[in-house]
């Protein structure tokens, strides 16, 4: 999340409505067993997926969360998530092995549970977490994400249900085998080539041990679909406009064949971070317009370990803002209001009818 000029951020609001082709559907009811869903992200997906994860976690079997730190670790203010949570040249870096205070992250985890405003955090222990780190990651830096596992193992979470990645040549970027820039340049995709799958790490030890079955063949066994967003917004008031919470009108969904023939199947939602939404237009240095699209929905590597291994993909995505979100990144600092890390939250309510509608077609 890096600070850009108001001109900048209005050029890219601008442009992010008119560069797409939007061929929306109706997301589809299809037979998921909803306590198998699972979420994962980079960066401020990362953090989102967090926010998921124990705001809903009576229904979230796991996380994998990808250069990104703990639950609220922003407690909703720009400038702690910007210096304490993650380092944003020229402001100063105060990320240290402490600076997520997790301690007091825990606390409001449980204040917003005596309030009814999260699921019980008790279920947290239940959960299989998997984090992923590059070491020369300046953005968010290891020791960021290394509280992630301090926050949920001082909520109860076994050492035997956690996973900690840490790639060494890595920067802050979604790992791929072979996709995407150099693994350990943090530039746009923000997808990187670095002899680890990240996909399969994620699926892997969420829906482990068993092994995921590789895909047959290299063309995929199912399609992405183009779904309608604006279904999920509220119906009135100033979250009800597309665009407007910082959700696009569009969101995309990987279906494996048997799924959509009726298969028992699960669900896992991918947050791609800011710079990677599919309306997401970057300006770089020479003043060139670069257009990412769909990049991190067909390339981050979901797709592959879904196909036969009953698992649906959601693609939610994100969009800019004018100066509230001029990057396009998931609400994880309150750009939105102060219940974006809680079920009242606008992009948190939206997400979670998103799991509701597609898991709607489960066989009782």
């Known amino acids: 999340m890096r600070p850009v000029s108001l001109f900048a951020g209005l050029a890219l609001y601008v442009l992010s409505f008119c560069c797409y082709a939007q061929t929306p559907q109706p997301l589809p009811a299809l037979n998921i067993d909803i306590a198998q869903t699972s979420v994962s992200g980079l960066s401020s997906g990362g953090y989102m997926a967090v926010q998921l994860a124990v705001a809903y976690s009576s229904i979230v079997k796991g996380a994998g969360v990808v250069a990104a730190g703990p639950y609220f670790c922003s407690q909703g203010k720009l400038s702690t998530a910007m210096t304490q949570c993650s380092c944003n040249p020229p402001l100063p870096c105060g990320v240290s092995a402490t600076s997520a205070a997790v301690p007091s992250l825990v606390s409001a985890t449980r204040q917003a549970f005596a309030g009814k405003l999260v699921d019980d955090p008790a279920n947290l222990a239940g959960q299989r977490v998997i984090t992923i780190s590059g070491l020369k990651d300046t953005t968010v830096p290891p020791v960021v994400v290394q509280q992630v596992d301090d926050y949920y193992r001082t909520l109860g979470l076994p050492p035997a249900n956690l996973s900690v990645v840490s790639l060494d040549n890595a920067g802050h970027t979604m790992p791929t085998v072979n996709y995407g820039v150099a693994c350990g340049d943090s530039v746009s995709p923000f997808i990187g080539k670095c002899q680890f799958d990240g996909a399969q790490a994620i699926l892997g030890w969420i829906y482990g041990p068993a092994p995921l079955k590789p895909r047959t063949g290299s063309a995929p066994a199912g399609h992405f679909v183009q779904f309608d967003q604006t279904a999920f917004l509220p119906k009135s008031g100033p979250w009800s406009l597309p665009g407007a919470a910082g959700l696009d009108s569009t969101g995309w969904v990987y ?71 001029p990057l396009g990144c998931w609400d994880w600092w309150g750009y939105t209001d102060s219940h974006f890390a809680d079920q009242k939250g606008v992009q948190m309510q939206a997400i979670r009818a998103m799991i509701d509608r597609l898991s709607s077609g489960a066989n009782q």
């Open 255 to 325: 279906i494996p064949d048997d799924c959509k023939a009726g298969a028992r199947c699960r669900l896992h939602v991918a947050l791609h971070g800011c710079e990677q939404g599919q309306d997401y237009v970057p300006i770089d240095s020479s003043g060139s317009k670069l257009y990412y699209g769909t990049t991190f929905v067909r390339h981050a590597g979901y797709d592959k370990w879904a196909d036969n291994n009953q698992i649906v993909v959601l693609f939610p995505q994100a969009v800019v803002i004018p100066m509230a979100n």
